[in-house]
C-alpha cells in the first residue's frame, strides 16, 4: 500500500466543539460538517460529536440527508437553504431548519405543501454581499413568513466577511446591522463564525457556528490555533520512498527548475498535488522527517514531492514525512503556500485513506 495516511483525531474534534461552547455560555453550537466536514469524514466527525452537539450545519440537501442519517435529534442547519422548489418537502421529512436568503427562495416555501412546518433562518446580508435580504427586505418577509403553516421557527442568521482580521471596520458594522432588526420577534439568532466565536463575545446571540477551529486550524492568520486553545486534528504523514545524492548543479524535479547550490541528499516523498498537497507551495515549504524540519525542494509532482536531507545524513527509506500535523501546523504550510487551513483541509482527496483515532 502507498504510505500515504490522514490520521484524525476524534477526541481532538470533541476539545475543540466544548473549546466553541466555552467562550459562549449558554449558547448552542450548530457544528459546521460542510464539505465532509472540511476534509475529514462527515460520518465520522457526526458520529463523534454524536452525543454532545447541539446541531450541525451543512451546504446541501445532499449532504444534510447523510448527516440526519447518523443522528435523528439534531438540528440541522442548510447553510445556503433549498436549490429548488422540490427540496423543501425532502427538507420537511428531514427535519431541517433552512435558511432564506433570496425571494424565489421564500416564495417556493409559501407555496409549498409540507409534511411538517420548517424552522427557517431569514438571511441578513449585513454586509459581506454574498448571500442574504438587506435590512428592509428582511422586514417584509419577517411580516409575510410569521404564522405561515410551513414555517415553525422563525430566526434570524447573517455571516460575517472579515472577523478573521481583528479590528476590521466592517464587522462592527456587520453586527450593529444585525442587531438592528432585533426589535422584530425572531425566536433564535446566529451570527458567528470561528472567528467570531473566539473574539467577539457581542456577536455569539443564541447559535454558533463553528467550522475551521473544529478542525484545530487557526481562522486567524496573526493568531496560532496553539494560542487559541485548539488541539490539531488531521496529520498528514507519508514516508521517503527514495534518497539520493546529487552534486552541484543537478536539479531536482519536472522543469529542472531547482539546483542545488551545495552537494545534497535528496528524498523522495509519497505525497503529491493529486493527493491535496498545493502544487504552488514554493522551495523552502518546511515539513517533518523524523520530527526535523525540512525543506521543500523542486516542484510538487502529482503522487511525489521532493525534501531535502542533506542537514539530517541518517535518514533512510521508509523514515515517516509529516506535511502538517500537530508537530506542524497546517495553517504555517498554507501560509507558504499563499492559501488558508481550511483549502488544505478540505481538499485532501479521496484516495489518501483516513485513519481515526480516539474515536
Ligand atoms: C462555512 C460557514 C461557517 C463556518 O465558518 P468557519 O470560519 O469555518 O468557522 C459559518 N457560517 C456559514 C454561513 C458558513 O458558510
Same mark, same amino acid.
Given at each position: 500500500?502507498?504510505?500515504?495516511?490522514?490520521?484524525?483525531?476524534?477526541?481532538?474534534?470533541?476539545?475543540?466543539?466544548?473549546?466553541?461552547?466555552?467562550?459562549?455560555?449558554?449558547?448552542?453550537?450548530?457544528?459546521?460538517?460542510?464539505?465532509?466536514?472540511?476534509?475529514?469524514?462527515?460520518?465520522?466527525?457526526?458520529?463523534?460529536?454524536?452525543?454532545?452537539?447541539?446541531?450541525?450545519?451543512?451546504?446541501?440537501?445532499?449532504?444534510?440527508?447523510?448527516?440526519?442519517?447518523?443522528?435523528?435529534?439534531?438540528?440541522?442547519?442548510?447553510?445556503?437553504?433549498?436549490?429548488?422548489?422540490?427540496?423543501?418537502?425532502?427538507?420537511?421529512?428531514?427535519?431541517?431548519?433552512?435558511?432564506?436568503?433570496?425571494?424565489?427562495?421564500?416564495?417556493?416555501?409559501?407555496?409549498?405543501?409540507?409534511?411538517?412546518?420548517?424552522?427557517?433562518?431569514?438571511?441578513?446580508?449585513?454586509?459581506?454581499?454574498?448571500?442574504?435580504?438587506?435590512?428592509?427586505?428582511?422586514?417584509?418577509?419577517?411580516?409575510?413568513?410569521?404564522?405561515?403553516?410551513?414555517?415553525?421557527?422563525?430566526?434570524?442568521?447573517?455571516?460575517?466577511?472579515?472577523? *478573521?482580521?481583528?479590528?476590521?471596520? /466592517? &464587522? @462592527? %458594522?456587520?453586527?450593529?446591522?444585525?442587531?438592528?432588526?432585533?426589535? !422584530?420577534?425572531? $425566536?433564535?439568532?446566529?451570527?458567528?463564525?470561528?472567528?467570531?466565536?473566539?473574539?467577539?463575545?457581542?456577536?455569539?446571540?443564541?447559535?454558533?457556528?463553528?467550522?475551521?477551529?473544529?478542525?484545530?486550524?487557526?481562522?486567524?492568520?496573526?493568531?496560532?490555533?496553539?494560542?487559541?486553545?485548539?488541539?490539531?486534528?488531521?496529520?498528514?504523514?507519508?514516508?521517503?520512498?527514495?534518497?539520493?545524492?546529487?552534486?552541484?548543479?543537478?536539479?531536482?524535479?519536472?522543469?529542472?527548475?531547482?539546483?542545488?547550490?551545495?552537494?545534497?541528499?535528496?528524498?523522495?516523498?509519497?505525497?503529491?498535488?493529486?493527493?491535496?498537497?498545493?502544487?504552488?507551495?514554493?522551495?523552502?515549504?518546511?515539513?517533518?522527517?523524523?520530527?526535523?524540519?525540512?525543506?521543500?525542494?523542486?516542484?510538487?509532482?502529482? *503522487?511525489?514531492?521532493?525534501?531535502? /536531507? &542533506? @542537514? %539530517?545524513?541518517?535518514?533512510?527509506?521508509?523514515?515517516?514525512?509529516? !506535511?502538517?500535523? $500537530?508537530?506542524?501546523?497546517?495553517?504555517?504550510?498554507?501560509?507558504?503556500?499563499?492559501?488558508?487551513?481550511?483549502?488544505?483541509?478540505?481538499?485532501?482527496?479521496?484516495?489518501?485513506?483516513?485513519?481515526?483515532?480516539?474515536?
Amino acid at each position: 500500500m502507498r504510505p500515504l495516511v490522514a490520521s484524525i483525531d476524534l477526541s481532538a474534534i470533541r476539545h475543540n466543539y466544548a473549546v466553541a461552547k466555552r467562550c459562549a455560555p449558554g449558547r448552542q453550537a450548530f457544528a459546521v460538517v460542510k464539505a465532509n466536514a472540511y476534509g475529514h469524514g462527515a460520518r465520522e466527525v457526526v458520529a463523534a460529536l454524536h452525543d454532545e452537539v447541539d446541531g450541525f450545519a451543512v451546504a446541501s440537501l445532499e449532504e444534510a440527508a447523510e448527516v440526519r442519517a447518523l443522528h435523528g435529534e439534531a438540528r440541522i442547519l442548510l447553510l445556503e437553504g433549498c436549490f429548488a422548489a422540490q427540496e423543501y418537502q425532502v427538507a420537511a421529512q428531514l427535519g431541517l431548519d433552512v435558511v432564506l436568503h433570496n425571494a424565489p427562495q421564500v416564495q417556493q416555501l409559501l407555496v409549498a405543501r409540507l409534511g411538517r412546518p420548517l424552522s427557517v433562518w431569514l438571511k441578513l446580508d449585513s454586509g459581506m454581499h454574498r448571500l442574504g435580504f438587506s435590512e428592509a427586505a428582511v422586514r417584509e418577509w419577517h411580516g409575510r413568513l410569521q404564522g405561515a403553516t410551513q414555517v415553525a421557527e422563525l430566526n434570524l442568521l447573517s455571516h460575517f466577511a472579515c472577523a *478573521d482580521e481583528r479590528g476590521h471596520p /466592517l &464587522t @462592527e %458594522q456587520q453586527v450593529e446591522r444585525f442587531i438592528g432588526l432585533l426589535d !422584530l420577534d425572531f $425566536a433564535q439568532r446566529s451570527l458567528a463564525n470561528s472567528a467570531a466565536i473566539l473574539t467577539i463575545p457581542a456577536a455569539h446571540m443564541d447559535w454558533l457556528r463553528p467550522g475551521i477551529m473544529l478542525y484545530g486550524a487557526s481562522p486567524f492568520s496573526e493568531l496560532s490555533a496553539e494560542v487559541l486553545g485548539l488541539r490539531s486534528v488531521m496529520s498528514l504523514t507519508a514516508e521517503l520512498i527514495a534518497i539520493r545524492e546529487i552534486n552541484v548543479g543537478e536539479a531536482v524535479g519536472y522543469g529542472a527548475s531547482w539546483v542545488a547550490a551545495r552537494p545534497s541528499r535528496i528524498g523522495t516523498v509519497s505525497c503529491g498535488y493529486a493527493d491535496g498537497y498545493p502544487r504552488h507551495a514554493p522551495v523552502g515549504t518546511l515539513m517533518l522527517v523524523n520530527g526535523q524540519r525540512l525543506p521543500l525542494v523542486g516542484r510538487v509532482s502529482m *503522487d511525489m514531492l521532493a525534501v531535502d /536531507l &542533506t @542537514e %539530517q545524513p541518517g535518514a533512510q527509506v521508509g523514515d515517516a514525512v509529516q !506535511l502538517w500535523g $500537530a508537530q506542524l501546523p497546517v495553517d504555517e504550510v498554507a501560509r507558504a503556500a499563499g492559501t488558508i487551513g481550511y483549502e488544505l483541509l478540505s481538499k485532501v482527496t479521496q484516495r489518501v485513506p483516513r485513519r481515526y483515532i480516539n474515536g
